[in-house]
């Protein structure tokens, strides 16, 4: 496969391309970038771009003749077709169910930590006090649900090693203070970001830096 093959239509500073950038450098594929100017530029309400995805969103992933939109089903696509391992989507009826239902889980995170980040970071209009309150609601369910696994020494959301379940609620949960969201309350999250940044091939973005610091077992810097 050539890097011409694989093509992302995508912006550094979100979360949803972040998802995709991530999945691909774990299955070690080469892609081309395609920068879109979200912000200010809002490229992606633009007729060239509606052209690809007429519901204006990011990202898009284009490999050969098929084109593919929305994130999660963008991270299924890549990991149904491209990982011969069996790892990042499993077989399994069972854990593919739980898998499927943790991407689901991903969008009320984008609904909630994604859109108070764009209130503070981008000025969106939205109502930001209700975004905060929904946002600690999904942190409570992920760190409760985090802290259950780790009782049973299962450190990722399903259990069975990561997965795209983990990959589609990584960014946004971690990106979460950047909507006024805290991370504080959350230990088991700190721990589970901790772990997915120790991922062999795991990559940064803007605003989530690579582990280059000390932590404690809580998660927290040393």
């Given at each position: 496969?050539?890097?011409s ?6 912006y ?19 892609f081309?970038s395609?920068?879109i ?7 992606h ?5 509606l052209e690809?995805n007429?519901l204006?969103?990011l990202p ?5 003749q098929?084109r593919?939109?929305?994130a999660q089903?963008?991270?299924?696509y890549?990991?149904?077709?491209y990982?011969t ?7 399994d ?6 898998v ?13 930590c ?15 006090t209700?975004a905060r ?8 369910h992920?760190?409760d649900h ?6 049973t020494s299962d ?11 983990d990959v589609a609620?990584?960014p ?6 950047d909507g006024?969201?805290?991370l ?6 700190r721990?589970?970001i901790?772990?997915?940044k ?12 690579p ?9 927290k810097?040393?």
């Open positions: 496969m050539t890097a093959q694989l093509k992302l239509y995508d550094v500073l979100s979360g949803n391309c972040y998802k995709i950038r991530l999945l691909l450098t774990f299955l070690d594929l080469p081309e395609i920068p100017d979200f912000y200010p530029g809002r490229e309400k633009q007729p060239d771009f690809k007429p204006g969103q898009v992933l284009e490999d050969g098929h593919q939109s929305d089903a963008i991270l299924t890549l990991a149904a077709k990982d391992s069996g790892q990042w989507f499993p077989a009826p069972v854990n593919k169910g739980r499927v239902e943790w991407l689901s889980f991903a969008e009320n995170i984008t609904a909630t994604s859109a108070a980040r764009l209130h503070d970071i981008l000025g969106y209009e939205i109502d930001i209700a309150l929904g946002g600690h609601r999904n942190l409570q992920l760190d985090l802290v259950e696994n780790e009782i450190e990722w959301l399903i259990g069975v090693g990561p997965t795209i379940a609620c990584f946004y949960v971690a990106l979460a203070e006024g969201i805290s504080n309350n959350y230990p088991a999250i721990r589970w901790v772990r997915f120790s991922l062999p091939r795991f990559i940064p973005m803007p605003g989530i830096p582990l280059h610091h000390l932590v404690d077992n809580e998660g810097r040393i």
